[in-house]
């Protein structure tokens, strides 16, 4: 058997490259999200402990006024204090806007809290000093002697560069870094994730009774206990992204067991008159067995060392493309543990193995005499075909009553496994549903298909097994594709909705005092501007919050400038951004809204996107000034206007003015590049599974070819031209790739519904299912092309092989 095993394997080599390809793609996508998720971990876990070098104790999330308190007493008691956080301000240099949410971090007064590690310059020692992360620097091209402004109108902090820094840990690092007298401004906007205590006297106990002094009930933790549970907390998160796309090298591999296993039920179909003679000549059962194992075992051994290679090679080349064109990124160093490498190589050499087990036990049940009789065992009327029937419409009803506790109960799982069912099951019933299909089409056809197309069409249907096992991997592909494709455009039309709320002005110029009359003609004239309008207000005082610019809404012409609609208040409201809301002052109060003598006691309510003001009817406005002013300025944005170059032309407009700028188109730009990484990621994963798909459709056409050559020469001697037989297959391929991608795209549209049922509409209001035809359509294109050329090669091929070698062949 030694002798039939190699002259197997030297004769049939061609007709393992599409499953070697397929396991080979898994393998490296595997190692490469390893790779990946490797190096995210390394960046983000590495030199946690650092900021908290010589603190006895550490007090996690303490509310920025509790770090207030603490930073104020550390003097007192001898002590040294330093927190960690971070708040969120524009960025500008030179009137033009860096960024417009750059992390603004503290750097301790005291060398003992000075974590950052200095490359350049020196550390602030006075107001107004700042320094910067050396990233953040090359990013914006920034360097030591820069004058920044931080912020925007009145809480803006304009700031000398004094030095340039590198920060040892990922996880808490800034882009600029200020002395805490500076950042304390924006205390009501300051997230602080820790602040380190260092006592006059080492020790935990006595920093932590320090700490309790001035904040009682606080509970502190010692340094390890702290930066354990933070290296928990990043490692649960990297966990997270990475089972995410392992979720998708799953999916590749499925299909790569589907390539590999109809490969060898083709392959084995074919053989089994091989097999049958060699049992005719005395081999035993479980040497032919042994014989197969052995070639998927051979095939798996070859798949695990190139796939591991390859998958090393990426993973380690990405990161490094990522070190080089993105260093902001902080990425660590790649390290595929041993784990993964036996993962790999057992995928490698298992799903070999195992796709070749069934078809195995199927050639050598029969007898060497029933193996060389022509093979009905395809057939649906058959006691397998029968069961397999029944085993996919039970599959199909429990996939059913998943998706109704799914929809029922919004529950994630059971979504899942609602899907998973009701596709196997859809697989199970490949063999009668891809048939009936591929008749249905060719009928609707049959005038334009002319004798190659009609003899294509009962190509198609002649072994039901064959042709779904063609049409499973592309339906696969084609059905997550479309499921991902119609979700995402779901989820992106409800967040715009819910943008349009939260963010209905694009950029708005607002000052608590009036504005001059030409700021709307100069905010129309900047490049990237398709509309400004004036809105009146007056300057007010509002309750314990001093004087607050009331804006009158909806000014006239508001849909010109409006993305959805401000709220508005009603005739004894007030609406405060939420930023004012707290400190005593809660949404339902009532509040005395003062304009000179002028006194009204309005309701309070929460809103944002318009900018630090507060809105009013019409009617109130005219009741606190009757002769209201320009107070601020609304503009809408180009399609194809840059959010940060629009916000720094509208910075260098309103800044002299002593005015605010809230720019809403960064912040939608950032969710819709959110989404477009997203979704270019997530297509990206899937063409890959596309991909072993399409090789699939070509190797189990290609073999379908080998298995017909007599048939084919035999048309060839009837009168079919080489043209009409290339016609016919191309037209067997196409009618196979257009029902499987119609079936999946139905498959897919169907399981994004219920994904945007469930999962979306409990999370945003409103949320519906959107269908992108134009993506659709391209899908639906592709697939047909695809099947097209899946068909050229085995096309080819049974073309030039001549009619009288053809039936020669056995």
Known sequence: MRTVLLASLRTHTRRYGAALLAVLVGVVLVLVTASLSSAVRDGLTSGLAEPYDGADAVLGHPSPDDAARLLAAAPEQGADAWLLGWTLQQLSHDGRVVSTDSDIGPVADEPAGRWQELTSGRFPDRPGEAVLDNNAAKAAHLAVGDRLRIGTGSSALDVTVVGLVDSPSTYVVASVYVLWTDLARWQDHLY???????????????????????VPGAEPDTVDAFVQEVQKDVNRGVDVIAIVALLFAAVALLVAVLVINNTFTILFAQRSRDFALLRCVGATRRQVVRSVRLESLALGLLAAVLGTAGGLAAGQGLVALIHGQWPEARLGDAEVGTVWLVVAATLAVGVPVVAAWLPTRRVVRVSPLAALRPDDSTQVGTATGRTRVAAGVLLLLAGTAAFAVALAAAVPPALVAGGVATFVGVLLLGPVL???????????????????????????????????????????????????????????????????????????????????????????????????????????????????????????????????????????????????????????????????????????????????????????????????????????????????????????????????????????????????????????????????????????????????????????????????????????????????????????????????????????????????????????????????????????RAARTAPAAGLALE
């Open 434 to 796: 891809v048939p009936a299909l591929v008749r249905g089409l060719a009928r609707l056809g049959r005038r334009l298909m002319g004798p190659a197309g009609r003899l294509a069409a009962g190509n198609a249907v002649r072994n039901p097994r064959r042709t779904a096992a063609t049409t499973a991997s592309l339906l696969i592909g084609v059905t997550l594709t479309t499921a991902v494709l119609t979700g995402l455009a779901s989820s992106r039309s409800a967040l715009a909705d819910e943008m349009d709320d939260q963010h209905p002005v694009d950029i708005a110029i607002t000052s608590a005092r009036a504005l001059p009359a030409d700021t709307v003609d100069r905010a129309r004239a900047v490049d990237g501007v398709a509309a400004a309008l004036p809105v009146t207000g007056t300057t007010a005082e509002v309750a314990a919050l001093g004087d607050v610019a009331v804006l009158g809404v909806p000014p006239a012409g508001a849909d010109s400038v409006l993305h959805g609609k401000v709220r508005t208040p009603g005739p004894r409201a007030i609406v405060l951004p939420w930023d004012l809301i707290g400190d005593g002052l809660e949404v339902g109060d009532r509040v005395a809204v003062t304009v000179g003598e002028r006194t009204v006691r309005l309701r309070v309510r929460a809103g944002d996107g318009w900018g630090e003001a507060a809105l009013v009817a019409p009617g109130t406005l005219a009741r606190l000034d009757p002769s209201p002013r320009l107070h601020a300025v609304w503009v809408r944005a180009d399609e194809d206007a840059d959010p940060e170059d629009l916000a720094g032309s509208m910075e260098a407009i309103g800044s002299p003015l002593g005015a605010g700028i809230e720019n809403g188109l960064a912040d939608r730009a950032y969710v819709d590049l959110q989404l477009d990484v997203l979704s270019g990621g997530v297509v990206g994963l899937l063409g890959i599974s596309v991909v072993i798909a399409l090789v699939g459709i070509a190797n189990t056409l290609g073999l379908s070819v080998l298995e017909r050559g007599r048939e084919h020469a035999l048309l060839r001697a009837l009168g079919l031209t080489r043209r009409q037989v290339r016609r016919m297959l191309a037209a067997e391929a196409v009618l196979l790739a257009t029902v499987a991608t119609a079936l999946g795209t139905v498959l897919g549209v169907v399981f994004a519904w219920l994904g945007v049922r469930s999962l979306v509409e409990p999370v945003v209001t409103g949320a519906s299912l959107v269908l992108p035809w134009t993506q659709l359509g391209a899908v639906v294109v592709l697939a047909a092309l695809a099947g097209l050329a899946a068909s050229v090669l085995p096309a080819r």
């Open 192 to 214: 602080v994730s820790s602040l380190a205590w260092a006592g006059p006297e080492p020790g935990y106990d006595g920093a932590r009774d320090a700490i309790r002094a001035v």
